[in-house]
């Protein structure tokens, strides 16, 4: 398996733009989760699905902000419009294992968005 | 609630000993896990521990946990230029979902 994929590898917008960010997990995995990490807030969780379902989305910081899992193999990441702010790394990671089992997360090589 | 807690940053010597801290809040928390970033990548599992056990040694590294005080260090012997990165301490969180709880990552700066 080539590992979680992610794309595009860097996207640089303007302001109101909207942005979409794609994952294509591990094959198998249950589980897949959407990260944001800048300087000032370090590793942020925003989202994650369980067989395809969203289970938490209490990090998702604004409605701006919107993730689809349509199938076990992809999932979007959705900013509109998209904002200076929101510049930042974002990550998909997927995991293999259920709860309260070693859930080793592998993730993808990140998206670096510039909102200029 | 779940909160992880780490510091920002560390300057070592080459060949020296480096040793991250992280504390937890969930004390049912059942697996503590390190995570390793270098510069322009995901992050990638270092080592894990499981919450019955209070140490853990993988070659250069060992990872030693105190339950009772909620916390848990990362050593790393001989250090070398290429363990520069970000090291993040996880825990699963108690909701029992599977959701790892990341703290804010470490700068491990190594010098020659």
């Known amino acids: 398996d080539a590992g979680v994929i992610q794309s595009p590898r860097h996207e640089v917008t303007e302001m109101g733009q909207e942005v979409t960010l794609r994952c294509k997990p591990i094959?198998?995995?249950?589980?897949l989760f959407w990260y944001r990490q800048t300087m000032m807030r370090g590793l942020e969780l925003l989202i994650y699905?369980?067989?395809?379902?969203?289970?938490?989305d209490s990090g998702m910081p604004e409605d701006r902000f919107s993730a689809k899992m349509p199938n076990a193999s992809f999932s979007t990441l959705k900013i509109q419009p998209s904002e200076p702010r929101d510049s930042a790394v974002y990550f998909c990671?997927?995991?293999?294992?259920?709860?309260?089992?070693?859930?080793?997360?592998?993730f993808g090589q990140g998206t670096r968005l510039t909102v200029v | 609630g779940e909160d992880v807690e780490q510091s920002l940053f560390l300057s070592v010597r080459e060949g020296d000993s480096s040793v991250i801290n992280c504390t937890y809040t969930?004390?049912?928390?059942?697996?503590l896990y390190w995570y390793k970033q270098e510069p322009g990548a995901g992050l990638q599992l270092l080592t894990y521990?499981?919450?019955?056990?209070d140490m853990k040694q993988d070659q250069r590294l060992t990872v030693l946990l105190n339950k009772k005080d909620k916390h848990l260090s990362l050593r790393i012997a001989d250090t070398q230029t290429g363990d520069s990165a970000i090291y993040f301490c996880?825990?699963?969180?108690?909701?029992?979902?599977?959701?790892?709880?990341f703290g804010q990552g470490t700068t491990l700066q190594v010098k020659p």
């Open positions: 699905f369980n067989n395809n379902v969203p289970i938490d």
């Open positions: 094959s198998g995995h249950d589980y």
């Open positions: 990671a997927s995991s293999p294992s259920g709860p309260f089992m070693n859930t080793e997360a592998f």
């Open positions: 969930d004390s049912s928390s059942t697996y």
């Open positions: 521990i499981f919450s019955n056990m």
């Open positions: 996880a825990e699963i969180g108690s909701s029992n979902t599977g959701k790892l709880i």
